[in-house]
């Protein structure tokens, strides 16, 4: 006969009940930790933070044109004739435009867009509650739409603000922004990051793209994080209308350190420079170059003087590496190049001839490089020689004096000249185009047709679905991996 203990049986279940107990917490935690919810108000964070947010007023002086009349010789009847039609004492009209931006310095340092201040006359930096102040520009940068301003307090006490490392931004994050569009002051937005790492149109962009609304006259203010942090400096929408349609733009808070952490020292921006042009690199790039992945920075071209052609960096080498960091794609090379200290040494891993070589690599300053040095021409060439190259589909000649003067090719030495490209064919698809020069074939520079005929047959034998071209345009050099048929 079975019998029951009930004690046991109480026992068991209590235990049990508490396992599960247990279980239910720890998930709920988990969440929590990870599934941040949305914030019940903004109200604490926007009465803490508006304060340090200000209003940009600017004046500029429009200069009128004057009614263009025709030029004529001196003496000229004419000329006493259309003088009467000239419109004397046109006077210069003044233009109003508003902006935003914040304080990050109690001693009255504020930050905003270089398109906000551009080309004004005057500034003047409205407080939170209503006191102005006139600015001067410390300093601004272009390239990445940021300036430093500077106002005198005198007594008033400033409410600064800090960046955060935007780097630990996620996106769906929650942010803030707080700014001054279309003249309404203090005006509170609040959204989520939508994107990171948005390239727009520079070589050194690095936005966060929100749904958070930005208008006309944001542009300079604050995107903060839930934690009352600047992560960005609103810029710039995409709309149709000239509204805000959820598509907004921030300049990533670590670019705009950086950047203003240099204004401040220096009045002006000091990037670090390595020399070098560069393109992204195909899928028939890489299989030329016998690379497993289409990753890293192509060499184009290096300046000659140039920190990296003092290095040992050639053209047709890939950069995968700088300073520890692995460039993935192009767009990453000037990025990191530029945040990194003029006159350091630093490690860079290229990728030539199937395999990996470090070089160490001290880098210039970008503001101070001189870009142009130019090759000297050289017309002691042979007699012109040309033959059609079916299988990529253009006609090439070997330089000389006279193709040299039709095609106005100054800077080039040796090369195979391409004089005629058969429409739609490998070539023609590829972009290329009369009067552009081959440089280089593979690794190897082209100094007559033979050495591009024996390259393409070599190819050809190996099997290899890609030719690489080093191509002479119109401005610098350009790689272009033919396929071949």
Known sequence: MLIRNTQLDRFINFKAYKVVLYILVMCFTFNVAFAKSAPDSFADLAEKLSPSVVNISTTTIIKERSQQMPSFPPGSPFEEFFKQYEKPNQKNRKAQSLGSGFIIDKTGYVITNNHVIENAEKIMVILYDDKSFEATVVGRDPKTDVALLKIDPKKTILSEVKFSDSDKLRVGDWVMAIGNPFGFGGSVTAGIVSARGRNLSGSYDDYIQTDASINKGNSGGPLFDMNGNVVGINTAIFSQSGGSVGIGFAISSNLAKQV???????????????????QEISKEIADSLEMKSAKGALVSSATEGGPAFKAGVKTGDVIIKFNDIVIDNMKELPKVVAGTPVGKSVPLVIWRNGKTITLNVVLGELELAEKDNL????????????????????????????????????????GLLISDVKPDSTADKAGLKSGMVIVRVGQIEVQSLKIMDEAIQNAVKQKRKAILLLVKIEKGTRFVALELN
């Open 375 to 414: 090759i000297l021409s050289n017309d002691n060439v042979d007699d012109k020689k040309s033959k059609s190259f079916d299988k990529l589909g253009f006609v090439g000649e070997e330089l000389n004096a006279e193709n040299k003067k039709k095609y106005n090719i100054k800077d080039i030495k040796t």
């Open 260 to 278: 203003t952490d240099q204004l401040k020292a220096y009045g002006r921006t000091k990037r670090g420079w390595l020399g070098v042009l560069i």
